[in-house]
Nanobody, 127 residues
């Protein structure tokens, strides 16, 4: 059974930083592309960042490029999202997801390409 557990969310002021973690069990993060999505209240779930199974290639939403960094630690079977220079519009619940296809070439940026999801962690940026 695949489980993804996010942590690291919280309340932060504008310009601050947070690091989200996604601990995986039942699946190795080095075999599947992993992604982060977010959903603000009353809005659809949006792509944030993804990393390929090789860990070499990453993709980011335009809104977070240059501020967020996705990475992974294969030894800990954990994926991270470092978020810097946070803005009020980054306020959302952040979800970690694992790709449907093993060793997919490229990082998936749409939610339909992901099979397993965590419960999410709330990030609130106050101005």
């Amino acid at each position: 059974q695949v489980q993804l557990e996010e942590s690291g969310g919280g309340l932060v002021q504008v310009g601050g930083s947070l690091r989200l973690s996604c601990a995986a069990s039942g699946r190795t993060v080095s075999s599947y592309a992993m992604g982060w999505f977010r959903q603000a209240a009353g809005k659809e779930r949006d792509f944030v960042a993804a990393i390929t199974s090789t860990g070499i290639n990453t993709q980011y939403a335009d809104s977070v490029k240059g501020r967020f960094t996705i990475s992974r630690d294969s030894a800990r079977n954990t994926v991270y999202l470092q978020m810097n220079s946070l803005k009020p519009e980054d306020t959302a619940r952040y979800y970690c997801a694992s790709d449907r296809i093993k060793y997919r070439t490229g990082a998936a940026t749409t939610s339909d390409r992901y099979e397993h999801w965590g419960q999410g962690t709330q990030v609130t940026v106050s101005s």
